[in-house]
């Protein structure tokens, strides 16, 4: 019979053995170039959902100590926030009845459609995402170009207007807007040129 001393040697060299083999498949693997890593294909299933797992854990891990401005979704944020949305966002996240950019049709993981109504867009989880960018996609950092107010303003129309008609969504961004009492937009006449 083996000792227990033995017995320990023999479990601590297994497990080193196996670890080091584990270690050294994985970088034949990454060094063999195997993985498809092209914006032309799509991800391996099991890869794309281990990556968005990663994404959405991280996220709500992060953005726990951001806290929204209380005049989030004041109709002058939600405002500027669809003017910036249209300028940086549009291009890859598409707006209402308007086709898809070439850039946003070849980013591959394809960009989520964040006007769609079924979204949620928690405003926390938004500006983390805007502010911070995300790794392996085409999600930029827009806190190296953006104030925090700028950001803030974003999120609040994505989460305001999910589902936006296409005349309000170019209402908010290309006219000058009226607010009933409600604080809801109500579509009014283009300006004239140069008075916008």
């Not at 394809?110 to 960018?133: C, D, Q, V, Y």
């Not at 974003?154 to 207007?161: K, P, S």
Request: proline share 6%; charged share 20%.
């Amino acid at each position: 019979m083996l000792s227990l001393r033995s017995r320990v040697t023999t479990i601590v060299a297994t497990v080193a053995a196996l670890f080091f083999l584990l270690v050294a498949a994985g970088l034949a693997f990454v060094y063999s170039g195997m993985y498809d890593v092209s914006a032309s294909s799509k991800d391996n299933p099991i890869m794309a959902k281990l990556l968005h797992d990663t994404y959405e854990a991280s996220m709500h891990r992060h953005a726990r100590s951001d806290v929204a401005p209380g005049d989030l979704l004041s109709f002058e944020n939600i405002r500027s926030g669809a003017k910036m949305y249209d300028s940086s966002c549009a291009l890859c996240h598409g707006a209402p009845d308007r086709p898809l950019s070439l850039i946003g049709q070849g980013i591959q993981p394809a960009a989520p459609s964040l006007l769609s109504a079924s979204r949620r867009n928690k405003p926390e989880l938004m500006f983390w995402t805007i502010k911070h960018g995300v790794n392996m996609t085409a999600m930029p950092s827009f806190g190296k170009t953006q104030s925090d107010q700028a950001i803030w303003q974003v999120a609040a129309f994505i989460y305001a207007e999910r589902g936006i008609s296409k005349d309000k969504y170019e209402q908010l961004v290309h006219r000058n807007a009226q607010v009933d009492n409600t604080g809801v937009a109500l579509i009014g006449p283009k300006p004239e040129p140069g008075k916008e």
